[in-house]
């Protein structure tokens, strides 16, 4: 089992930058392959970014590739989501999730662990 918890989001004008933070407990980290999902207010949780175990292969939504950045420090624990040219349509609680499997995973049921969530707000 693995807690996680998130950090790193705030208030930014359009077109800044915020790097969110996923701190993992436990000693199996690198053996879950981790992701990041947003859900904005009367919608579903979305995709953003996932990353595999080593941090070689990572894969993006569409809405947020060539912004956004997924990386994993195992030593750490931690993963992290590195976005820039954050737009209005951005704002949204952002997650981190974790599942032991063997390829990276896009949708939120495939993951067994979540982080309680970091509020990023983007300004127009």
């Known amino acids: 089992q693995v807690q996680l918890v998130e950090s790193g989001g705030g208030l930014v004008q359009a077109g800044g930058s915020l790097r969110l933070s996923c701190a993992a407990s436990g000693r199996t980290f690198s053996t879950y392959i981790m992701g990041w999902f947003r859900q904005a207010p009367g919608k579903e949780r979305e995709f953003v970014a996932t990353?595999?175990?080593?941090?070689?292969?990572?894969y993006y939504a569409d809405s947020v590739k060539g912004r956004f950045t997924i990386s994993r420090n195992n030593a750490k624990t931690t993963v992290y989501l590195q976005m820039n040219n954050l737009k209005p349509e951005d704002t949204a609680v952002y997650y981190c999730?974790?599942?032991?499997?063997?390829?990276?995973?896009?949708?939120?049921?495939?993951?067994?662990?979540w982080g309680q969530g970091t509020q990023v707000t983007v300004s127009s």
């Open positions: 999730a974790a599942v032991s499997a063997l390829t990276v995973r896009s949708a939120p049921k495939q993951y067994d662990y």
């Open positions: 990353i595999n175990k080593s941090g070689s292969s990572t």
